[in-house]
T-cell receptor, first 116, second 115 residues
Framework: EAGVVQSPRYKIIEKKQPVAFWCNPI?????LYWYLQNLGQGPELLIR????????DSQLPKDRFSAERLKGVDSTLKIQPAELGDSAVYLC??????????????FGEGSRLTVL | GENVEQHPSTLSVQEGDSAVIKCTYS??????FPWYKQELGKGPQLIID?????GEKKDQRIAVTLNKTAKHFSLHITETQPEDSAVYFC??????????????FGKGTTLSVSS
């Protein structure tokens, strides 16, 4: 069975440019997460989806970040415009746990963003 | 909200020695505590987890202990091997709302096992 797939793996852009990351979760997983991982730090939650609904986006900087999960499967995370401080790894994860029953999170390999 | 503290940030051991990583959490309503291993260039991968109704869990060379009263949990790796070298993260579940929950991660421990 395929794991969580993310693309692109690496992206280098100049500041003020837009960038988008794509995630395909494990088939059948209703819950999808986007996490931000700065160098030498643990993952930090940006947004959580239950099916197509964003149920927790309190940590998403909404002035420049946006996300969508159309049809409750694939998801896209967008940054516009990018700033130097956005350089990090963006991790997508999916889980079959819902309704308070936390299950294992399966992570993709991440998308590493470098903003120049 | 939930806060997870992890110590030490780096840990160096000789092959065959044991390694212990400790974490504390702040919200007594958290009920799920996983440990993840992250190798260079990869996403974190679950190695063991424990729920709040259990005090200890073991899987071969890896064990996790949970003290709910003190709100801390620990990862124990015995007979360490060079392939155990990686970054380890502890996590605690955010108390669930109607739609589910998520994980809050510690800052990580870089474990180096030298042969």
């Amino acid at each position: 069975e395929a794991g969580v797939v993310q693309s692109p793996r690496y992206k280098i852009i100049e500041k003020k440019q837009p960038v988008a990351f794509w995630c395909n979760p494990i088939s059948g997983h209703n819950t999808l997460y986007w996490y931000l991982q700065n160098l030498g730090q643990g993952p930090e939650l940006l947004i959580r989806y239950e099916n197509e609904e964003a149920v927790d986006d309190s940590q998403l900087p909404k002035d420049r970040f946006s996300a969508e999960r159309l049809k409750g499967v694939d998801s896209t995370l967008k940054i516009q415009p990018a700033e130097l401080g956005d350089s990090a790894v963006y991790l997508c994860a999916s889980s079959s746990g819902t309704g308070g029953n936390t299950g294992e999170l399966f992570f993709g390999e991440g998308s590493r963003l470098t903003v120049l | 909200g939930e806060n997870v503290e992890q110590h030490p940030s780096t840990l160096s051991v000789q092959e065959g020695d044991s390694a212990v990583i400790k974490c504390t959490y702040s919200d007594s309503a958290s009920n799920y505590f996983p440990w993840y291993k992250q190798e260079l260039g990869k996403g974190p991968q679950l190695i063991i987890d424990i729920r709040s109704n259990v005090g200890e869990k073991k899987d071969q060379r890896i064990a996790v202990t949970l003290n709910k009263t003190a709100k801390h949990f620990s990862l124990h790796i015995t007979e360490t091997q060079p392939e155990d070298s990686a970054v380890y993260f502890c996590a605690a579940s955010i108390p669930p709302d109607q739609a589910g929950t998520a994980l809050i991660f510690g800052k990580g421990t870089t474990l180096s096992v030298s042969s």
